[in-house]
T-cell receptor, first 117, second 119 residues
């Protein structure tokens, strides 16, 4: 079974609209962390936001917020007021407690977001 | 500037010709790792290192070697590259937490990637 599932291979969104990128995860570990990364066409991986399994509140970082629904095992990324520079590939990733000692991230297959002017 | 530096950015080689991709970080991180990125598969871990002289296999280690003789450097070695190793490679580093809780929110810091083509 996939550990991280991103069901939207591609999305097209009008500039200035809000965007929700879906991510569901699968783990039996009570301790885990969820990360979102952005990969622009230039190829680098940029860390956006983090949510811990014990965090009571949804994480926010500027225009990025994470809609964390623990019971549903989902961790959707919300980008408010999208900009042309948000066009990129977005990856959801998970770090599980059982890998403590290896700071391994398990990645989804990504969603390619294109912002339309 | 805090960063992870990989070289080269692009590399084209032929089957069987040994190559090394270098990785260096200036953040004094104990943990370093290599990933490969392939379309439709996301990023997969090749090897990791918790500290100097401590390395271990990730999910797809076959055909790769690593070494960690110094804290800042973690080269990836392909002794006999094959076409199925054509991929985009990333080196990454992070702090490691002494306690489980503190280790979770340490993001991996990635290098800019090395695009390798093996013909």
């Amino acid at each position: 079974a996939q550990k991280i599932t991103q069901t939207q291979p591609g999305m097209f969104v009008q500039e200035k609209e809000a965007v929700t990128l879906d991510c569901t995860y699968d783990t039996s570990d009570p301790s885990y962390g969820l990360f979102w990364y952005k990969q622009p066409s230039s190829g680098e991986m940029i860390f956006l936001i983090y949510q811990g399994s014990y965090d009571q509140q949804n994480a926010t970082e500027g225009r990025y917020s994470l809609n964390f629904q623990k019971a549903r095992k989902s961790a959707n990324l919300v980008i408010s007021a999208s900009q042309l520079g948000d066009s990129a590939m977005y990856f959801c990733a998970m770090r599980e407690g059982r890998y403590f000692g290896n700071e391994k991230l398990t990645f989804g297959t990504g969603t390619r977001l294109t912002i339309i002017p | 500037e805090a960063q992870v530096t990989q070289n080269p950015r692009y590399l084209i080689t032929v089957t069987g010709k040994k190559l090394t991709v270098t990785c260096s970080q200036n953040m004094n991180h104990e943990y370093m790792s290599w990933y490969r990125q392939d379309p439709g598969l996301g990023l997969r871990q090749i090897y990791y290192s918790m500290n100097v002289e401590v390395t271990d296999k990730g999910d797809v280690p076959e055909g790769y070697k690593v070494s960690r003789k110094e804290k800042r450097n973690f080269p990836l070695i392909l002794e006999s590259p094959s076409p199925n190793q054509t991929s985009l490679y990333f080196c990454a580093s992070s702090k490691t937490g002494v306690l489980m809780a503190s280790s979770y929110n340490s993001p991996l810091h990635f290098g800019n990637g090395t695009r390798l083509t093996v013909t």
